[in-house]
């Protein structure tokens, strides 16, 4: 593994205890044709063989390898269109799981030619073992809970959604009082209202009369007449005295920071 000019082609590393690998440490092996690297301890290729592109023969067998990652399957594809690459990876504990779909597929799919493969023991999702002798219908399996998993997490998380609409709905409907005045509020720091200082000077009325629509005679014939004409207050009537045309959130707004105090009919309609 040490010069530029290597002619190694042979690599026999079994039986070594090797838990994992370098990425370059078959770096600069540009001849190589047999790495063995069964019986040890490996739990993935984390090493790069894309630079020894005469490779034809990896023993993987009797480690712990679950799969491979989709770099690694791409890495092998390659080696495989310029030398006929085999591997064998048998008494690897290989996870036949929806994790796992692609590399078993790829497994179907690739030009590189696997030793034993139906002898392959793989570990399903409940502890027990296969074999890969029927590889096809074990990934048409997986694809089946795949699809089953996929309709219960989309199932979930609708019905999360609408647990979380119903109850923003619950607390929006519970607060709608508070939430509408702050509502008020905010729209109205967009208008050209400046709050008046009760130290400096006049309201523009006396009192804003805030009711329902129910009481509107009560309002005009008493409220008025009372405080009006004979008691010479100035009062705010949203029929009389809001603007046409600006917003009613607006008007309310202004007609009680313009007022000195407001004054609430409170009746069973109010609400």
């Not at 008494?91 to 994790?99: A, I, R």
């Amino acid at each position: 593994m040490i010069t530029n000019k290597s002619v190694l082609e042979h690599v026999d590393l079994s039986q070594n205890f090797i838990n994992k690998l370098k990425v370059g440490f078959f770096y600069e092996q540009p001849n190589l044709k047999h790495i063995i690297l069964r019986r040890n301890g490996l739990r993935e290729v984390a090493f790069d063989l894309s630079r020894s592109p005469n490779l034809r023969f990896l023993d993987l067998s009797n480690n712990l390898i679950t799969s491979l990652k989709e770099r690694t399957m791409a890495m092998f594809d390659n080696i495989a269109k310029i030398s006929n690459l085999t591997i064998d990876m048998y008494n690897n504990p290989l996870s036949c799981n929806c994790g796992t779909l692609p590399f078993l597929i790829w497994m179907t799919k690739t030009r590189v030619r696997f030793i034993h493969l139906r002898q392959y023991r793989c570990v399903l999702d409940d502890g027990s073992e296969v074999t890969l002798n029927t590889l096809k219908e074990i990934i048409h399996q997986q694809q089946k809970d795949y699809v089953s998993y996929s309709d219960i997490l989309i199932g979930s998380t609708i019905s999360a959604f609408t647990v979380i609409v119903l109850l923003l709905s619950a607390l929006v409907y519970k607060y709608r009082w508070k939430l509408r005045y702050m509502c008020y509020l905010t729209k109205s720091k967009h208008y050209s209202y400046k709050a008046s200082n009760d130290d400096v000077v006049d309201y523009s009325y006396h009192s804003f009369i805030s009711y329902s629509d129910n009481d509107r005679s009560f309002v005009i014939k008493d409220c008025i007449t009372n405080l009006e004409k004979d008691g010479e207050f100035k009062l705010c009537v949203h029929q009389r005295d809001f603007l046409p045309g600006q917003d009613i959130s607006v008007n309310i707004t202004n007609a009680i920071h313009e007022s000195r105090k407001t004054i609430c009919i409170i009746t069973k309609t109010f609400f």
